[in-house]
Each structure stands twice: as structure tokens, then as C-alpha cells.
């Protein structure tokens, strides 16, 4: 097993990789779903997305800032609490998703409306909670749910995190 940690990839190019993996996620979301195949991001969609931003931004500072192991482990926590946060909220959507119709929440207000009219935590109980528009399946690849998809998406950011966890020195 120590030989195995030991050659795992440096740092910097597992948070090269992990940048290229969201940055990829992010322009399949914006530029072929929405732009191309014209869906519209539910209220969950969109805190995936901007969860998966923040873990961006975390590969960003930690593949240029390439500190030491303390430095690194930190950016690794950081993006470990983010993409199991990430990986709740993609579960709770596909959660949604497979509930029977009949117990379906209804559609609710959109999220810019909510945003304009409500506190920032009622907005997000709101959101978290789910509506008809969240529950609806848009559009499959490989019988994957775009929910789904955003779900194994987390749990692979989530492996090159334990990637660097994992890994003793550069």
C-alpha cells in the first residue's frame, strides 16, 4: 500500500486534473445543455453548480499557490467538505427525481424571485427542499439523469481529493 501512495501523481497534477475536470463540467453545463440542447438549470442545478465553482477555485489556488504537505491537506479538506456537499445536494435532486408522482412537490418560485424576496436562509431551505421543476428529468446520457451524472461527477472530485489526502510528499 505505501509503495502504491507514494506513486500516486504530485499534487499539482492531480489539482491540474481536478481544474480541467470542472472547467469540463462547466462548459458541458453551460454551452451544450443550456446553449445547445436549450435546458433551463432548476434551483438545485444551480447550487451544484456553484459548489462545483468553489472546488474549482480550490484546484485553481492550490495548483499555483503548490504549497508543502500542511498546504496541501488543507486545500484537500476544503475541497473534501465541498464535494460531499455537493454530492448532498446531487443526491437529494436525484432523490427527487425517482420519488413517485403523486408525492412530487409543486413547482415553486424561481430562484432569482426567491433571492429578491426572501432572506438568503429561507431561500435555500426553499431550494434544498426541492420542487416539480427539480424533479423532472430533462435529458439522459448512458440512462444517467443530469442529477445523476452531477452525483458521479462529486464522488470522482471527490476521489482525487483522497488522492491528495492520501498521498505523504510530492
Request: hydrophobic fraction near 50%; glycine fraction near 10%.
Amino acid at each position: 500500500m505505501n509503495r502504491f501512495i507514494t506513486h500516486l501523481p504530485v499534487s499539482r497534477q492531480v489539482n491540474g486534473l481536478g481544474l480541467l475536470v470542472v472547467v469540463a463540467a462547466m462548459l458541458f453545463a453551460i454551452y451544450y445543455l443550456e446553449g445547445v440542447l436549450q435546458l433551463e438549470a432548476c434551483p438545485l442545478c444551480i447550487i451544484d453548480r456553484v459548489i462545483l465553482t468553489g472546488i474549482g477555485l480550490i484546484f485553481l489556488l492550490a495548483a499555483v499557490h503548490n504549497p508543502g504537505r500542511g498546504g496541501q491537506r488543507a486545500y484537500g479538506l476544503l475541497n473534501l467538505a465541498l464535494t460531499g456537499l455537493g454530492a448532498a445536494v446531487a443526491g437529494r435532486h436525484v432523490w427527487l427525481q425517482h420519488l413517485p408522482a403523486d408525492q412530487v412537490p409543486e413547482c415553486g418560485a424561481s430562484l432569482d424571485y426567491m433571492l429578491e424576496t426572501l432572506p438568503l436562509n429561507q431561500t435555500l431551505q426553499k431550494v434544498l427542499q426541492g420542487s416539480g421543476e427539480c424533479a423532472e428529468v430533462q435529458w439522459t446520457l448512458l440512462g444517467l439523469s443530469i442529477p445523476e451524472q452531477t452525483l458521479l461527477l462529486f464522488a470522482v472530485l471527490g476521489g482525487l481529493v483522497l488522492v491528495q489526502l492520501l498521498r505523504r510528499s510530492d
